[in-house]
């Protein structure tokens, strides 16, 4: 696979927000392909561009929040997103017991 770069990410961005992180999303150079592998080895460079993203975070946020099933966000692959999931969840069934 050749990755292009200078590609724009198709990104959740409002036109009129250009605040909004996605805007500052370093895969937006990046040819989506990339983000969306059918090897670990493409996983592992599309996580390499997430490592250096100043908005990883936020990307990785968006993407446990909207259920992203598909692709890498925010350096996580599918089943690291999965995994988190199920973390997240039995935290706050814990804490739910707890109160």
């Known amino acids: 696979?050749?990755?292009k770069v200078g590609y724009r990410r198709p990104?959740?961005?409002l036109a009129s927000d250009r605040s909004h992180?996605?805007?500052r999303a370093?895969?937006?150079?990046?040819?989506?392909e990339l983000f969306f592998p059918?090897?670990?080895a493409l996983a592992d460079l599309a996580k390499s561009v997430c490592a250096r993203c100043p908005v990883r975070r936020q990307c990785a946020d968006y993407a446990l929040t909207t259920g992203q099933e598909f692709g890498v966000w925010g350096g996580m692959s599918e089943e690291e997103r999965r995994r988190e999931i199920r973390v997240r969840n039995r935290?706050?069934?814990l804490k739910a017991?707890?109160?």
């Open 1 to 3: 696979m050749t990755v």
């Open 11 to 13: 990104l959740p961005v």
């Open 21 to 23: 992180w996605a805007e």
């Open 26 to 32: 370093l895969c937006r150079g990046y040819d989506p």
């Open 38 to 40: 059918h090897a670990s």
């Open 91 to 93: 935290a706050a069934a």
């Open 97 to 99: 017991v707890a109160t």
